[in-house]
């Protein structure tokens, strides 16, 4: 269990970079078109073949990984020769970190050819394997930062084309067009991408024009299809039920499809990218780890909604962005009947009051605080911890003080409708006016001591109005049902654990 927790707070944490490159709006388009090709004699050697309209004169792959090589991504590129439209071979200048200079491309177009390597096993990985590429049995996982050398800013409907062996499928996050063929929005969604090539297998989930794409590898996952795909689809519709609709992106940035990718491993792990899904996931694990794996699936996953529909200003509201998409995580998984109570209330003291009240900040630091900037990693345990439990006592306020006729969940629905396809964010200054709202009770002393104060959360208290026992014994937060616990009591509980809906 200890093993399995520690890789949790890189992947969580990930996803908060991830966030600040969906950015600018892509306005113009020029023509780009990426042919792979994968020989069942090397499965190793990815060989690409593009054509580019270019508007300057530079080549380059992604900014994002790769920063402990002094060549970047390029560490793995081989072979790379640029022709003109004439078949003229241009000259590339070498620019290092992963970017060259092609004399007298700019404004032309130009065929580029190269190969990458899939050798990145052999090298240590800050965020893991599952950020770069990796080789199976059974195919060949790739990033798309990992193997795309792009030119330009604005870009857009990128196509994509697979060459492959006889019974090999490609599952790409990109929109797939025809078999193993797919377009990429802009340059973003080309290169925060991720693909399968391989005789693996796949499942999709379609809800209202998203699709939620499955990729399953490894023949003791491919057994387990099924039980992916209820999990898969108890999370979506719960999330969907719950916000009120599927994911919006604000404008200029689409997603209406997420690929999820997993993969068998000793070793477990994860990695968002873009609104993405890789995860390496150990069939012979113990049961723990097992529900660590549907957490990182359904957390990463409702960040689609509360992250990327719903838009937090800045870093310091990480305590609800973070926070209160492990609290809708654990209801989901509760509602979808893949965690019983027991489980729900072990995950709470386990994963998360033992990271809350062992951050180093606990009763000193305030959640916002130290979420703003650099040292956010060291206070996994505040932000996702404190942040989930402010956002469990607020939804038990709000129905205790409306007789459970409201709850946390209108306030995601509220903020779904009013922020879903804008560029709007929100402050925890407007979460404190919104909570006041939903309950009719002024929430100001609350936030000044628990949200902006470094007094740690009330959790027992705020547990003892869902009719529930609760109290921190040996630095343990044990909690269990109160036999005389009233209507309301037990109907706020029926509300912590699975949502109204
Ligand atoms: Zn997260």
């Given at each position: 269990?200890?093993?399995?927790?520690?890789?949790?707070?890189?992947?969580?944490?990930?996803?908060?970079?991830v966030q600040a490159v969906f950015g600018t709006a892509v306005a113009k388009s020029s023509a780009a078109t990426y042919r792979v090709n994968i020989s069942k004699d090397n499965p190793r050697l990815l060989k690409v073949t593009a054509e580019i309209a270019m508007n300057d004169d530079e080549l380059y792959m992604s900014r994002n990984g790769a920063q402990q090589f002094p060549n970047r991504w390029a560490k793995f590129v081989r072979n790379l020769r640029v022709e003109d439209k004439r078949l003229r071979r241009l000259k590339v200048i070498d620019l290092g970190a992963a970017r060259w200079k092609v004399e007298g491309a700019a404004k032309k177009v130009i065929t580029i050819r190269y190969e990458v390597v899939l050798d990145h096993e052999k090298h240590k990985w800050s965020g893991g394997i599952d950020g770069a590429a990796f080789a199976k049995d059974w195919g060949v996982f790739y990033t798309g930062r990992?193997?795309?050398i792009m030119n330009g800013q604005d870009r857009e409907d990128i196509k994509i084309s697979f060459d492959i062996p006889a019974g090999w499928k490609v599952s790409g996050s990109?929109?797939?067009?025809?078999?193993?063929?797919?377009?990429?929005?802009?340059?973003?969604?080309l290169s925060e991408s991720m693909f399968f090539a391989g005789t693996h297998e796949e499942f999709s989930i379609n809800r209202g024009g998203f699709e939620l794409l499955f990729a399953l590898g490894g023949k003791e996952i491919v057994a387990q299809k099924s039980?992916?795909?209820?999990?898969?689809?108890?999370?979506?519709?719960?999330?969907?039920?719950?916000?009120g609709g599927i994911p919006k992106s604000p404008p200029g940035n689409v997603f209406e499809k997420s690929i999820v990718i997993i993969n068998s491993d000793s070793k477990m792990d994860g990695e968002v990218i873009g609104s993405h899904i890789n995860m390496i996931f150990n069939p012979a694990g113990d049961e723990q780890s097992k529900i660590i794996s549907k957490f990182i699936f359904a957390h990463e996953f409702?960040?689609?909604?509360?992250?990327?529909?719903?838009?937090?200003?800045?870093t310091t509201e990480d305590w609800f962005k973070e926070g209160v998409t492990s609290y809708y995580t654990l209801k989901a998984l509760h509602h979808a009947g893949e965690i019983n109570d027991e489980t729900y209330f072990g995950v709470l003291n386990n994963l998360f009051y033992q990271r809350y009240s062992n951050d180093k900040g606990y009763g000193k630091?305030?959640?916002?605080?130290?979420?703003?900037?650099?040292?956010?990693?060291?206070?996994?345990?505040?932000?996702y911890g404190g942040g989930l439990f402010v956002g469990l006592c607020q939804d038990i306020s709000i129905?205790?003080?409306?007789?459970?006729?409201?709850?946390l969940d209108d306030l995601?629905?509220?903020?779904?409708?009013?922020?879903?396809?804008?560029?709007?964010?929100?402050?925890?200054?407007?979460?404190?006016?919104?909570m006041t709202k939903f309950s009719g009770k002024d929430q100001s002393g609350f936030y000044k001591d628990y949200v902006y104060g470094v007094l740690p959360v009330p959790i027992t208290n705020c547990l003892s109005k869902a009719g529930l026992d609760a109290s921190i014994e040996k630095g343990q937060l044990k909690v269990s049902a109160r036999d005389n616990a009233s209507a309301l009591e037990k109907a706020i509980l029926g509300g912590l654990l699975s949502g109204n809906n």
């Open positions: 269990m200890k093993k399995a927790i520690l890789y949790i707070p890189c992947l969580l944490l990930i996803f908060g970079t990992s193997f795309l990109w929109s797939q067009t025809k078999p193993n063929g797919f377009v990429a929005d802009n340059l973003n969604d039980k992916f795909r209820s999990l898969a689809q108890g999370v979506m519709d719960y999330y969907i039920d719950l916000m409702f960040h689609l909604w509360n992250g990327k529909t719903i838009v937090a200003e800045k630091q305030s959640m916002r605080d130290v979420a703003d900037g650099f040292s956010k990693g060291e206070h996994w345990g505040l932000i129905r205790e003080n409306t007789s459970n006729k409201k709850s995601m629905r509220s903020y779904y409708r009013s922020y879903s396809g804008t560029s709007k964010s929100y402050s925890t200054a407007d979460m404190q006016a919104s």
